[in-house]
């Protein structure tokens, strides 16, 4: 099969499985990044990242701290994200291919929040969004209402171009966060800020990890 007719099975899988969001970027000027074996990244040179959309009814819930049911929410798509890049991987293996699913949240310093590698910036490369104001991967129809899981694999398949859309006009975010983290200036983001949030957000008994939704809960993206 060529690159074309591998993208279209691998696609149709996944949105038969209830997958949202499909992309597929070119990851080779960007696997020495990942925090992963390089004698493993150097074989790689695709990533297939899949999105989930969240629950508007579960997100409209909060306010101006996180919710237990949002937490829960949080959990199980990001399960959910797992168990579908695991079973892709399994197709593109028994193909002759190699495959490595990367976990939907798997962070390895908090205090940076760095994982193996960005599914963000991945989701980017694979024509899934922009980085919004909010740090997070925004999408021009789900906003920032989503979670994304990331397939690093070999097999031949065409990518994606990257989305001309961004946040235009809209500040919803910055006006919401309750920490001054989020800036006009997407660049201006302040890390420290939001994870000092996050940190409160779990003392209180808010969350039981480092999880928050207020941003994501008034992104919509750009519909223009």
């Known amino acids: 099969m060529d690159k074309e007719e591998n993208y279209l099975e691998l696609k149709k899988f996944c949105v038969d499985e209830g ?3 499909f992309g597929v970027a070119d990851i080779s000027q960007v696997r020495d990044e ?15 990242c899949l999105g989930v959309m969240l629950s508007a009814a579960v997100l409209s819930e909060i306010d101006i701290v996180p919710t237990k049911l949002y937490f829960h929410h949080y959990k199980i798509v990001n399960s959910f994200l797992d168990h579908i890049a695991l079973r892709l991987c399994n197709i593109i293996q028994k ?10 949240t798997q962070i390895i310093d908090w205090e940076k929040n760095v ?6 910036k991945l989701g980017v490369l694979a024509g899934l969004g922009w980085i919004g ?13 989503f979670r994304i899981v990331s397939v690093l694999t070999d097999i031949s398949l065409k990518t994606d ?14 006006k919401i966060c309750p920490s001054g ?9 302040d890390h420290v800020k939001c994870f000092e949030k996050l940190k409160s957000f779990q003392k209180q ?11 994501v809960n008034v992104c919509r993206g750009n519909k223009k």
């Open 19 to 21: 997958i949202d969001l």
């Open 34 to 48: 990942f925090k992963i074996a390089p004698k493993v990244a150097q074989k790689l040179d695709k990533a297939i």
């Open 95 to 104: 193909k002759g291919y190699l495959a490595l699913a990367v976990p939907a």
């Open 115 to 120: 994982g193996h590698l960005s599914h963000r």
């Open 133 to 145: 104001r909010n740090n997070l991967l925004v999408n021009e129809k789900l906003g920032s209402q």
């Open 161 to 174: 171009e990257l989305s001309k859309k961004d946040c235009g006009e809209c500040k919803a975010c910055v």
């Open 181 to 189: 983290a989020v800036q006009d200036n997407p660049a201006d983001f």
């Open 205 to 215: 008994r808010q969350a039981e990890q480092f999880v928050c939704g207020i941003c």
